[in-house]
């Protein structure tokens, strides 16, 4: 018994017909005859009862099937885990991201996940929230870093990393040397903010709706370094997540709080679908792991940072 006959008893008990079964694999009719009647002599048993008009199992013949479906739906699974081990070995991962991961630990995940699968060729795309979902669902890329917390039933978000809203200024600016600002106080404010396809503009713009009020956006850029510069230059003042707003410090601008809090949040996005490509399924299965040492190395850094205070302290005691 060959692997390939139990494909052709399944393909003619499939359509009880020779002619169909032979076109479906691809093979001539009397080629697909002369197999199957070597199968049933090695098994003493006939398989189809053949008539001018039709081709219907033998009760021994629905029984074989049954034991062929199992079989070849156990070969299919073996050759999937294999192609999934290929892939992984010589895989590629598509993954589109945000501007600013680099003021978050996002590119140590990346390029920790690299270390560990050499063989899987990373491509980044980067683009604004609204883009890097429309590039998501029409499957151009594999997962995405997002700032969108809105549900979506074509997309599954894993959360990476929490944040919140800061105002940054000018120092010469009247609110620079304020803790905290509510944020109805910028209702009369020129802003400059994100361009209106990422999830933080919309983020701060339904905030500002919510308190009463539309931004009065003077300017839209995608570039913090190019937004802080026209800060700086006391164009207008502008709203930044608390860790992108402190990578940036600069002494001639403040960062202040903002009341109510605005909560960031950077999520991985994936198209919601059972054909996860086997590069990302290592991707999301590797995810838990750097967080969880993420989080040692975080409560390392507090420690220590706690016991050279404690020290500095009984140094002045002394």
Same mark, same amino acid.
């Given at each position: 018994m060959e692997m390939h006959q139990l494909e052709y008893v399944l393909a003619v008990a499939k359509y009880n017909n020779f002619t169909r079964a032979a076109e479906e694999i691809k093979?001539?009719?009397?080629?697909?005859?002369?197999?199957?009647? !070597?199968? *049933?002599?090695? #098994? =003493? $048993?006939?398989l189809f009862v053949r008539t001018t008009r039709s081709v219907q199992l033998t009760p021994a013949g629905s029984e074989f099937v049954t034991h062929a479906q199992r079989i070849m739906s156990g070969v299919n699974e073996a050759k999937r885990c294999i192609q999934e081990y290929v892939s992984i070995v !010589?895989? *590629?991962?598509? #993954? =589109? $991201?945000?501007?600013?991961?680099g003021s978050y630990s996002l590119p140590n995940l990346v390029t920790s996940f690299q270390d560990n699968f050499p063989g899987i060729k990373l491509s980044l795309y980067e683009?604004?929230?609204?883009?890097?979902?429309?590039?998501?669902?029409?499957?151009k890329i594999d997962a995405a870093f997002v700032q969108i917390n809105k549900p979506n039933p074509n997309f599954n978000f894993y959360p990476l990393v929490n944040d919140k809203m800061v105002v940054v200024t000018s120092h010469r600016h009247p609110l620079a040397n304020r803790v905290s600002i509510d944020i109805k106080e910028l209702e009369n404010e020129k802003m400059i903010l994100t361009p209106s396809t990422s999830g933080h503009y919309h983020d701060f713009y339904n905030a500002c709706q919510a308190a009463g009020f539309v931004p009065n956006v003077v300017l839209n850029?995608?570039?913090?370094?190019?937004?802080?510069?026209?800060?700086?230059?006391?164009?207008?003042?502008?709203?930044?997540?608390?860790?992108?707003?402190?990578?940036?410090?600069?002494?001639?601008?403040?960062?202040?709080?903002?009341?109510?809090?605005?909560?960031r949040r950077i999520?991985?996005?994936?198209?919601?679908?059972?054909?996860?490509?086997?590069?990302?399924?290592?991707?999301?299965?590797?995810?838990?792991?750097?967080?969880?040492t993420q989080a040692a190395i975080d409560r390392a850094k507090v420690t220590a940072i706690s016991s050279s205070l404690t020290r500095n302290s009984l140094q002045l005691v002394r």
């Open positions: 093979i001539s009719q009397s080629s697909l005859s002369q197999q199957i009647n !070597k199968l *049933e002599n090695e #098994l =003493g $048993t006939s !010589k895989g *590629e991962l598509k #993954l =589109g $991201t945000l501007a600013v991961i683009e604004q929230c609204e883009e890097l979902l429309y590039l998501l669902h029409a499957q850029c995608s570039v913090v370094k190019t937004m802080l510069a026209f800060v700086r230059e006391e164009l207008g003042i502008t709203v930044l997540s608390s860790k992108v707003a402190l990578a940036e410090r600069d002494p001639s601008m403040r960062v202040i709080g903002l009341t109510p809090t605005i909560h999520n991985l996005a994936t198209r919601n679908s059972s054909d996860t490509p086997p590069t990302l399924k290592m991707f999301l299965k590797y995810i838990p792991q750097w967080l969880k």
